[in-house]
């Protein structure tokens, strides 16, 4: 099993559409997750941390469950210009911070 | 701030040739990250260095590729020699701290082509 895995997609939706985008992760001990936006050609840049209890950052929402070890990101009303990859990104605990990328999930919003 | 800055941005090379990548960190930032895109693997971490001291490098293929960072403000990843499955991009990231919440933030990134 890969340490994080994600559907590559991709999700064709329509603007104003709500999305779901899920990100399981095998290391239990897994301390930090975060989602990073990647748009074509470009680099990874954070979209929002994901905390315990879950968090909103105005259209998105993002979600852990740790009994099933995964996150989530829910993109609501989407727009064309949320067309991009997702990746979602899992830190191991125990004082070492080694980063751990899925390979992303594209999204193609059209009009 | 300008951001982390890579160069060069493209380079096209020849199988054995040596590649020399560059990299400025954030100013103030104490860790630094070198990665690997391709298609076929995702982003991988090659290595990752706190302090300007290397942490962990399980993720640098093999002893081709070697990487350094002399100062705070400076790292290189060179590649020597190369060969063509070393197509990719090469990005550069820092964090202002070592914690398990810091934030990353990305260079533009290098694209290298090996013929």
């Known amino acids: 099993r890969k340490e994080v895995e994600q559907d590559p997609g991709p999700f064709n939706v329509p603007e104003g559409a709500t999305v779901a985008f899920n990100c399981t992760y095998s290391?239990?001990?897994?301390?930090?997750f975060f989602w990073y936006r990647q748009d074509c050609r470009k680099e990874p840049k954070l979209l929002m941390s994901?905390?315990?209890s879950g968090n909103e950052d105005g259209r998105f929402t993002a979600q852990l469950n740790r009994a099933s070890q995964y996150i989530s990101l829910l993109i609501r009303d989407s727009k064309l210009s949320d067309s991009a990859t997702y990746l979602c990104?899992?830190?191991?605990?125990?004082?070492?911070?080694?980063?751990?990328f899925g390979r992303g999930t594209s999204l193609i919003v059209h009009p | 701030d300008a951001g982390v800055i890579q160069s060069p941005r493209h380079e096209v090379t020849e199988m054995g040739q040596e590649v020399t990548l560059r990299c400025k960190p954030i100013?103030?930032?104490?860790?630094l990250f070198w990665y690997r895109q391709t298609m076929m693997r995702g982003l991988e971490l090659l290595i990752y260095f706190n302090n300007n001291v290397p942490i962990d490098d399980s993720g640098m293929p093999e002893d081709r590729f070697s990487a350094k960072m002399p100062n705070a403000s400076f790292s290189t990843l060179k590649i020597q020699p190369s060969e063509p499955r070393d197509s990719a991009v090469y990005f550069c990231?820092?964090?202002?701290?070592?914690?398990?919440?810091?934030?990353?933030?990305f260079g533009p990134g290098t694209r290298l082509l090996v013929l």
């Open positions: 100013s103030g930032h104490n860790s």
């Open positions: 290391n239990s001990a897994s301390q930090s």
């Open positions: 990104v899992v830190s191991a605990g125990g004082g070492s911070y080694i980063p751990t």
């Open positions: 994901v905390y315990s």
């Open positions: 990231a820092s964090s202002e701290g070592a914690g398990v919440l810091e934030t990353q933030y």
